[in-house]
């Protein structure tokens, strides 16, 4: 059974497609597990929440401490497990993802960002890359023109920054997508470098 791994920027309509993806599982009676970072808590602990506004409850947290081997427990039949926010997740846990899928013979689909505000991979997001079977992208256009966004620009009031802890939550106030071109010429107009080699 596969891992897949889809990736795109902030806003780009993961959570919808996560939603959108139970919502099939279920009317057809099967089993799926949603899981997401405890780290998560833009919209109320267990709460997975797309802006569309459509949201569905988690059935698991993952926490840094948790073991999934041993607290995640597998239902007595299961046809899928989807995962949100998948970038917070620690390389050990994707791992972890990994085994599920042959332990439990069962496909795990993870939605999340491939890269931070600075253009760095998230840690989680990396480990993803190297061991998923399946990496696909979410299109969206970009906030500033009509290219297909690659970047997830950060403003902290209306100006364009690249420094910082690489995790914050936050909407769209603070993050948006953008195409090479209008994030450097944000960072430009803030008077900031694109981040260095
Ligand atoms: N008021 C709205 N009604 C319907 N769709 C919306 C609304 N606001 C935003 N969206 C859509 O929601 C999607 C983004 O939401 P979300 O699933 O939260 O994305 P992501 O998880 O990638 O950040 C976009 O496709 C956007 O067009
Ligand atoms: C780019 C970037 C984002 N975040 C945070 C901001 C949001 O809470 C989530 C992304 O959510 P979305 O559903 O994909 O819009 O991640 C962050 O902490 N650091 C970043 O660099």
Redesign the pocket.
């Known amino acids: 059974n596969k891992l897949y791994f889809r990736h ?12 959108s993806v139970a919502h099939s599982y279920r009317s057809q009676n099967k089993t799926v597990l949603l899981l997401k970072p405890s780290l998560d808590t833009r919209f109320g602990n267990a709460t997975i ?6 949201e569905k409850t988690a059935d698991f947290m993952i926490e840094d401490t948790t073991d999934l081997l041993v607290d995640l427990q597998k239902p007595k039949e299961l046809h899928c497990i989807l995962v ?2 998948v970038q917070f997740l620690s390389p050990h846990h994707i791992s972890q993802l990994r085994h599920i899928t042959s332990l439990w013979s069962v496909p795990i689909i993870c ?1 999340g960002l491939r890269t931070d505000f600075r253009t760095r991979l998230f840690p989680g997001s990396k480990r993803l890359l190297e061991l998923a079977d399946n990496i696909e992208e ?1 299109k ?1 256009t970009c906030y500033g023109c009509n290219r297909k966004a690659l970047f997830n620009l950060k403003h902290v009031d209306g100006v364009a920054v690249v420094d910082g802890p690489s995790v914050q939550l936050g909407c769209e106030e603070s993050y948006f997508p953008t195409c090479f071109t209008c994030y450097k010429k944000a960072l430009t107009q803030a008077d900031t470098e694109f981040p260095s080699d």
Do not use: C, F, H, Q
Request: aromatic share 4%; glycine share 8%.
């Open positions: 795109g920027p902030v806003s780009s309509a993961k959570t919808l497609n996560l939603l929440k797309s802006r569309s506004g459509l949100d926010e939605y979410i969206t």
